[in-house]
């Protein structure tokens, strides 16, 4: 019985310094984080121009789909109006949290 305690006091103390790890220091000045963001900030301008372009489509489709009373239109306008909505949300996110990781002052 003494050596399942050492032992299980043994794991335990190499879990508690596998566990405590020190405050890690993101760098977001290194090599090639510019180029993430220039390309992170062409994504968002395509994605913003294809979803307002579908946006337009999709309202459309549910214009269609209201005056002709077809249900099944509408409702696929209404998707896709929210899947532009999610997309730009998502490249803009992206987007954002590159340039914000950059402001960061990390030293």
Known sequence: M??????VVSAHARM????SVSNPTPDFSGPGVGALQTVANVVFAIV??????GGLIAAGCIVIGHVSSNGHVQKAGIV???????????????AGLI???????VG
């Open 2 to 7: 003494n050596a399942l305690n050492e032992a």
């Open 99 to 105: 340039n914000w990781g950059q402001s960061l002052n």
């Open 80 to 94: 896709g109006l929210i899947s532009c909505i999610a997309g730009v949300a998502v490249a803009g996110g992206i």
């Open 16 to 19: 508690a310094s596998v566990l």
């Open 48 to 53: 913003l121009t294809l979803a307002v372009i």
